[in-house]
């Protein structure tokens, strides 16, 4: 028996070792060794060896298909940090120097046990997801087509119920690539290409000879909103899952904050000049705190991940340098989908609002708004985690209501800086369509100028944040340095469970 489990060790195959080093890459047991905290892992089903003993010695199948190509068991993940009951975790790992990390029968029995294990203890799933899909090598099997698989029903019951982070370096494809796609969070390293269909799967289907790498490269992934982080090896995935579960796993003691006098600073004086909310965020929240998700993709709305005194928080927040702040398609389902994770697992979301509205027009409309922007009020309104909202500078229409959770008035706090401006629409807009006769019976052109310009200060004077305040649309205009403090309190008086598992969505959308 002994001598059996040393075949399950890297040691054991070092030809399929040193080929997996040549590539810069490392092995599955590597990574789940990397990834759970020293002497925790407990290994399920590590005898396992591919159904093909009808076409292969079973020497040869314990010599080459050690775990039938896919390691499976629970360890603890930021152990030292967090309470043993949170930072259980369970992991599988498919081993791409096994038959390609092609998914065989066993292969499948070992999943859905350690899935039915997550579920019954409640347990995050860490999911190593390159290889080829299914496999068709496995010869010792009854049935016909194997569409009666519980495998990629059994994961996507745990979405909404514990955190799913999927890790993927090299190719992914298939079957491989299902699983990765149901997760809450993709985290990908740069030399990673994930498709639904492999090359053998295009040429089947007649749609040409591809390159593996050509299937689905970041390239591709990122920018379209599949993949939420990039990464640049598989080390640097393994960190990065481990600070995301961090959120979920509760509080920290050990915070450290920038000083938050340079919050009056990061805003022009000039408010139709550009600035880096990036850099109003990290300068808000705890000190090195931030994980920004799928950066590459819905460029108007930042998330990120964060802490507040070590307490976990969402963020979200326009990005002037996108559309001016506008909210199109694209941002519209990243920042829905987003308050969906937060609420799954009871993170309070801090929203900062500087946005002209919903994007419009002709060409915005091809893009279905009209359902995508539609997400952001439906998810809001379904949410029980707090929302706080901010501010920074424009506050119109719609698109600010969505930078709300569909109004002001539901919002657990809602402040403004005093650059902040409000409005049905954007200032300029109303004035060029309320005055519109006005302006066209000027026939002086600096004269009708002067008019508009007289009449935006008019509108901004009405509009300014103090006056929003002195109608009571919002609670407050506070000083930028008072902004932490003021969340701070605020979380105080609407504490939330955060956590897992839970049972407060019945799934998180994959979009």
Known sequence: MLERREWLLDQARPDAVAKRHNKGQRTARENVEDLCDADSFSEYGGLAIAAQRSR?????????????????????????????????????????????????????????????????????????????????GDVDVNGVAGLDITTFRRFAELSGRVPLVGINSGRCFAGNAALLGCCDVIIATSNSSIGMGGPAMIEGGGLGVVAPDDVGPVSVQEPNGVIDVVVVDEAAAVATAKTYLSYFQGNTTQWQAADQRLLRTLLPENRLRVYDVRLVIQTLVDTDSVLELRAGYGHGIITSLARLEGRPIGVIANNPKHLSGAIDGPAADKAARFLQLCDAFGLPIISLCDTPGFMVGTDSEQTATVRRFARLFVTAGGMSSPMLTVVLRKAYGLGAMAMAGGTFASTALSVSWPSGEFGGMGLEGAIKLGLRKELEAIEDAAEREAFYQQAVAGAYHHGRAENAAAHVEIDDVIDPVETRTRLLLTLDNHPTEIGFPRNMRNHIDTW
Do not use: W
């Not at 298909?65 to 949170?86: C, H, K, L, M």
């Not at 096994?98 to 997550?118: E, F, I, P, S, Y």
């Open 56 to 136: 292969r010695s079973e020497e040869d199948l314990i010599r080459n298909t050690p775990a039938d190509g896919i390691i499976t068991g629970v360890g603890s993940v930021n152990g030292t940090q967090f309470s043993r009951e949170t930072a259980r975790c369970a992991v599988l790992a498919y081993d791409y120097t096994v038959l390609a990390g092609t998914q065989g029968t066993v292969n499948h029995h070992k999943t859905d046990r350690m899935l039915d294990v997550a579920q019954r203890a409640g347990l995050p799933v860490v999911l190593f997801s390159e290889g080829g899909g299914g496999r068709p």
